[in-house]
């Protein structure tokens, strides 16, 4: 009991000095960095940003759970990259820690995977003759399930102490319990929910015959891996890491160009209308990571981020009328509607027709157990489904007050 108590406190202190890393130390290298790497970007005659429009997706039109998490976190995450609204006010108190760049692939820049191998044999030949020795080495890139490698991913995870962002936490404390154990059965990959919102893990892999991951016989071993998510027409890298043994022999290179190449070469379903794949900040992370992002053809960008928005007819009274469950919500009833309501299917408005008479719903239906007040509730949730009477007279029962319900 002790032990266990012991790892979640530790846990939870490693998780509060990497927020605070991310939150405030990093920000304060940001405006150096950029003063650095931006020379190393742009020319005398060229040192403007291009935009790109990172369109997530509006939460009514994809109610999944995992697609509301996706849509609701990354919104939150782009807003804070650098854009034209916080470069005009960069000396606003609203702005108090500078913004960080957009570290992206523009991928509407090529028609398909050739154009991208052409650009990178011109500007980055070491980085592709790298990963072409890895492949004759005998490594190989597929996707994965993280489950069914949880040994290899602890010894990746171990393998150094320091990596690009400064001391790795994982290489002291990460222990098989937390990756969930050894795996005891193959889990199968799955198709995700949405094409539009899906988390995906890459791997490179290294063939040896009678590999065992636990009780399990992989014949191969997983020896790096990238976690990929699609928010709307953008994939954003999450992870992307490396046994320290093997990444001197190209291994994440090779998954790099292996990435590249499922996503401009769009066969699948599954990367139709990306325009992007973004990977961090340019100022994060150390002159490593950064040199070898701009090898493989990474660019800072302005981020325009297109938001949630509201019904054109949305009506925070009505709203509340038709889901008094929320009465008393510390957020405001807009929020909770772009976020929750929409994504429930909760309705936003009274709908009822323009003649639609209380008093006369009540009497043509008898049964409703309730009294004037509630009945354009009622005919809004349930009448008007049910094709229930309102008049007497029908002459104008068509005739609805606001157009359809979105």
Request: glycine letters at 6%; hydrophobic letters at 35%; proline letters at 5%.
């Amino acid at each position: 009991m002790y032990s266990v108590r012991r790892t979640y406190l530790l846990d939870r202190f490693v998780k509060l000095l990497t927020a605070l890393q991310f939150r405030y130390w990093q920000p304060l290298h940001y405006p150096a960095r950029w003063s650095q790497r931006k020379s190393q970007e742009f020319t005398p005659t060229s040192d403007s940003l291009s935009a790109l429009s990172i369109c997530l997706g509006q939460v009514g039109a994809c109610r999944h759970e995992t697609c509301v998490r996706l849509i609701h976190r990354n919104e939150t995450y782009y807003q804070k990259f650098r854009n034209f609204d916080s470069e005009l006010s960069k000396n606003s108190k609203r702005f108090r820690y500078p913004r960080p760049t957009l570290h992206a692939i523009a991928l509407t820049k090529y028609s398909h995977y050739a154009e991208y191998q052409k650009e990178m044999r011109r500007d980055s030949g070491n980085f592709m003759r790298e990963a072409v020795r890895s492949k004759r080495s005998g490594y190989y890139s597929q996707e994965l399930r993280l489950e069914n490698y949880t040994p290899d991913m602890l010894a990746i995870h171990r393998s150094a102490k320091v990596r690009s962002f400064g001391v790795f936490f994982d290489a002291f404390l990460l222990r098989l319990d937390h990756l969930g154990g050894p795996p005891q059965r193959y889990v199968e990959i799955e198709p995700p929910q949405c094409t539009q919102h899906w988390e995906k893990v890459l791997g490179v892999f290294l063939p040896q015959r009678g590999y065992h991951q636990g009780m399990l016989q992989t014949d191969q071993q997983l020896v790096g891996y990238a976690r990929l998510h699609r928010i709307g027409n953008t994939v954003m890298v999450r992870d992307f890491i490396g046994h320290a043994e093997h990444v001197k022999n190209g291994v994440l290179k090779l998954l790099h160009l292996h990435m590249l190449e499922w996503l401009l070469e769009r066969f699948d379903p599954l990367v139709l209308g990306v325009d992007q794949i973004t990977y961090g900040t340019v100022e994060n992370g150390s002159d490593g990571l950064y040199f070898w992002k701009k090898k493989a053809l990474f660019k800072p960008f302005f981020a325009t981020v297109e938001l949630q928005s509201l019904p054109p007819d949305f009506n925070a009274t009505q709203y509340l009328r038709l889901n008094p469950d929320l009465e008393g919500l510390a957020i405001h009833l807009e929020t909770h509607y772009l976020w929750n309501g929409r994504a429930e299917g909760r309705l936003y408005k009274i709908n009822v027709p323009e003649d639609f008479d209380p008093i006369q719903y009540l009497s043509l239906n008898p049964d409703l157990p309730f009294g004037v007040s509630e009945a354009d509730l009622h005919y809004t949730r349930h009448g008007q489904r049910e094709k229930r009477p309102y008049r007497h007279t029908s002459a104008h029962a068509q005739s609805v007050a606001g157009g359809a319900q979105i």
